[in-house]
């Protein structure tokens, strides 16, 4: 005879609870998943989601309108607010001038190299007082993965120019071949005309600034301390690189369509070119049977191209947001991602434990073209202070821009 007594009693108890839990999940959008459905569909509304602003290099793209849709499957939430990536891409120096001028302000930014966050880090401290980025804070700055600048280059040519393979002097030959007045006929070859060499404009493509840098470092003959001096105050420098530059008559604004151009239109434009070692994988197939055996070389010291993604020291970046973007960031870098990073785009994870050379991937597919998975024996350069790098971007833009 209690039952309709004890019933009543846990009636009530269950609606005290469900008041509470919606009254808590009004409050806090993490109690919402535990309310009860259909009240609180009905009474509650969506928690509004936490906005993570990206603004990315070009290079990436394919590979992070993929990876976002399966990021977002994993339904990913802080204290329950759901988070809406926003991409806009840029080129990586439009990145820096963007973020310094106001023009943007993401949460985010990710150019192509580490080459323009050490530009950013200088220029930000002198405008602001302090850094925009922290590179060596790996929570919130961390590549998620690499591609080395090559050379590429149609293999009768280069066996002509440089035989079996470029050597220390490979900046300084090519100098030589560029400038020598007979062209190929210098080499026996007067059917090719003059030779012909391709890099983007170091002002708006990562790529061609890797390239001006390394040429710089190649005619030193050095991998470190690199300065303005070396630069602003040695004329034979400053002579035998204009004489370089000139010889190139026009200067693609981004890597893909370069790389494009060299397969399509083959030594008749150009007999080699720079272009990320990515890029060159991305094209080798469209290249077979085409003009002849299409080649990669390997620089005597090599630049990375590392795409860091890095969350602003900036007003405008709440802890909300900074917590959203190093969720992101990890799951950029986590396994799923990072294999298709290697097997769809050709770069190399940052992941150690994905095997640059397991089957199907295109390091396997093209190995016969030159491509290398190890590259250890080879040098790297340092990358300099950001005033260096400026600096070379100045005399680039005062001497050679067109």
Known sequence: MYTPRINWFLFVIFSLATVGVLIAAMVSPAFRPIAYAPLREAVIPPPEPIVVSVLYSTEKEAWLNEVILDFERTNPTIDGHPIKIELEKMGSWEINSAVLDGVRQPDIVSPASSLQLAALVDASSVQFGRPLVNPADTATCRSVFKTPLVLIAWKERADVLWGRQPGASLWRDLHDALNDPQGWAAYNHPEWGYVKFGHTDPLKSNSGFMTILLMTYGYYGKTTNLDASNILSNNEYQNWFLETESSIGQFEHS???????????????????????????????????????????????????????????????TPQKTEAATLFIDYLTSKPAQEVALMKYGYRPVDTSIKLEQSGSPFDRYAANGFLADLSGIREVEIPAGNVLNTLRDFWSRNVSR
């Open 255 to 317: 890597t893909g369509p370069l790389m494009e151009k060299m397969v399509v239109y083959g030594p008749s434009t150009f007999d080699m070119v720079t272009v990320y070692e990515a890029t060159a994988l991305e094209q080798a197939e469209n290249a077979v049977g085409r003009y002849g055996e299409l080649r990669v070389y390997y620089p005597p010291a090599i630049l990375w191209s590392d795409h860091p993604f890095c969350v602003l020291n900036a007003d405008w970046v």
